[in-house]
């Protein structure tokens, strides 16, 4: 079963049935997949993916922000900077994805 790691419970969201992530556009986040959720190295449980919104930086917005971490636009955009190698912010592609606890 795939990984989903966090290296924080932003929001508490993890303790939530439903909850959202913010990572950058790879095959791996299809409708339906179910990962293994990982908190700081250990597995808390399982989660389905409900659903995807590709998004860029510059179709990011507070209120997602603000849902998703807890954190501001800004605050949140310069952690997915620190979170990701990218070589270009301006062309890369993010998925704010939907979550149900399994």
Same mark, same amino acid.
């Not at 439903?18 to 990572?23: D, G, N």
């Given at each position: ?12 969201? @993890? =303790?939530?049935?439903?909850?959202? !992530?913010?990572? %950058? ?16 190295d250990t597995i808390i449980k399982k989660a389905e993916v409900l659903d995807i919104r590709i998004?860029? @930086? =510059?179709?990011?917005?507070?209120? !997602?922000?603000? %849902? ?35």
């Amino acid at each position: 079963m795939p990984i989903l790691n966090f290296a924080q419970n932003f929001n508490n969201k @993890l =303790d939530c049935p439903y909850f959202t !992530t913010i990572r %950058l556009n790879t095959p791996k986040y299809k409708i339906g997949v179910v990962f293994d959720i990982e908190l700081q190295d250990t597995i808390i449980k399982k989660a389905e993916v409900l659903d995807i919104r590709i998004l860029t @930086l =510059d179709t990011l917005d507070e209120w !997602t922000c603000l %849902l998703d971490a807890g954190l501001g636009l800004e605050e949140t955009i310069s952690l997915l900077k620190r979170f990701y190698q990218v070589s270009d912010w301006n062309t890369q592609e993010l998925v704010f994805v939907l979550l149900k606890s399994c």
